[in-house]
């Protein structure tokens, strides 16, 4: 910028063109020969020069600007992708223990059911009819509950894939 600025400098007050025309009766005074128009002309050449090569200055700046942004957000991209990919096994993982505890509750269901059968053939075997009559009460209520398990269970095998 200072040697710009020094340049404009000496060829506005230094260099030496020569003397403006001075019109007479026999000599014409023509603008396009006027020893200033060398100056003018040199100057606003070198202005749009300088324009040129700042707006190229400042292109370049930009595109290594954007050119590390790019890289950052490739680097962003890859650890999201990596993170999907963890938050995806995680899932995966999750969802077969929720079919391992699935199918220990469905155990333990089968497992409760059996007691109470097991407990309500008890009760029918019993030498007092009121003991006797609470087992088929017990069995009753053991095949109610079969039944919505079954009803249920035929319902979410419609609705969600096994």
Known sequence: MLVLGGFAYWLWWI????????PAPDIACDPADHPDRFRIQTFVTAVGAVAVFGAGYFTYRRAVAAESQAVVA????????????????QTKHLGEQVKVANRQIDQQREEHATERYGRAIEQLGHDQ????????YALEALAVDSAERWAATRCTRTWLPT
């Open 15 to 22: 260099a030496d063109i020569g003397d403006p025309c001075v």
């Open 74 to 89: 490739n680097k962003q991209a890859k650890h999201l992708g990596a993170q999907v990919q963890v938050q995806a096994e």
């Open 129 to 136: 009819i009121e003991v006797r009559i609470g087992g088929l």
